[in-house]
């Protein structure tokens, strides 16, 4: 049955990509995307370039904080689920505006919510942090850990986006999803992302700065294996509250992935050691057991076939989008 989602963010590198999913799948999509400019609004439209000629596709241009474009997406439901995936993203930038971060990812979490309750029959899935985690000291990171002690403004903002979520099934009966995801990379990632920077700078000639001794841990995970995970969230069986991690449960060290890329590249990187930044965590690790279970999430793309992928999409670009 052809269902109709409403797609929040979905100019960005994860929603193009899920907008990309429902599409080829028969399925109609409203998005929501403000196309504000964190990075070069090009590369925004430029995702979103084919959806435009779908006839299944709709593009509302607008702020999730804003009543008005909130009501003008949901003139055009009821809709089957939400998949909310616009945030202002990224742990450093938040440290400068931390305000703006907590309106953007708390408010407009909500404004979403507030309509979502008058229609609780419409599943809400809500993209996550995994930095909601904080610093840890070894384990795996499981959706029952603590977590009250984010290291940034972006992490608490999250952590309070997911409270709001519970809230509004406990309250409503909103049926959520909370998806934790781990380090997602992939064609399309944002320009301020280290794959991108690094691939982007190696390429160049240009030094990049490792931050620490290149001995964090991240739980990199292919963009392609997050679309699986949010494509199940939207048909399993979910009648309550689940917060679900999506990783690839295969930490990799800093160091180890610049090798990667110089691989792919087939170019030397230029290092420039720099102390830790404020908010960084020492390493990432997904438990991703209950995803298995309750999505039959099975990520298939190894790092080096993902940073192949990527490193053959970036070669790849016009000059005008190597932001």
Not at 171 to 194: C, E, H, K, M
Request: aromatic share 10%; glycine share 8%; net charge neutral.
């Amino acid at each position: 049955m052809r269902r109709h989602i409403l797609v929040t963010g979905a100019a960005g590198f994860i929603g193009s990509h899920v907008v990309d999913r429902l599409l080829a799948g028969g399925d109609r999509v409203t998005a929501i995307d403000n196309l504000n400019g964190f990075y070069d609004p090009t590369l925004k439209r430029e995702n979103i370039h084919a959806h435009l000629t779908n006839k299944n596709y709709r593009l509302i241009e607008g702020d999730i904080r804003d009543p008005l474009a909130v009501a003008q997406a949901y003139a055009f439901g009821p809709f089957d689920a939400v998949v909310h995936l616009a945030a202002m993203a990224g742990v450093r930038p938040s440290l400068e505006d931390p305000a703006l971060y907590m309106d953007v990812n708390i408010s407009g979490t909500q404004r979403l919510l507030d309509c979502v309750s008058k229609e609780p029959e419409t599943r809400f899935v809500f993209g996550s942090s995994s930095s909601v985690y904080g610093e840890r000291s070894g384990e795996e990171f499981l959706e029952t850990d603590r977590v009250d002690q984010p290291l940034s403004p972006y992490a608490a903002s999250k952590a309070a986006a997911e409270m709001a979520c519970y809230t509004a099934h406990h309250t409503y009966g909103v049926p959520v999803t909370s998806l934790r995801f781990f380090t997602v990379y992939g064609p399309r990632q944002r320009p301020d992302l280290a794959v991108h920077k690094f691939c982007k700078r190696i390429s160049a000639g240009e030094p990049i700065e490792v931050y620490g001794d290149g001995s964090s841990k991240r739980d990199y995970t292919f963009v392609s294996d997050i679309v699986d995970g949010i494509e199940s969230a939207i048909s399993y069986d979910c009648s309550g509250y689940d917060i679900i991690n999506l990783g690839r449960s295969e930490p990799v060290i800093l160091l180890d992935m610049i090798k990667t890329i110089e691989k792919h590249l087939k170019k030397k990187a230029k290092l420039e050691f720099k102390e830790p930044q404020l908010g960084d965590v020492p390493y990432t690790y997904a438990n991703i057991d209950k995803a298995r279970k309750l999505l039959g999430y099975n990520p298939t793309t190894s790092f080096d076939g993902g940073i192949r992928a990527f490193t053959d999409w970036y070669t790849n670009q016009p000059l005008r989008l190597k932001a």
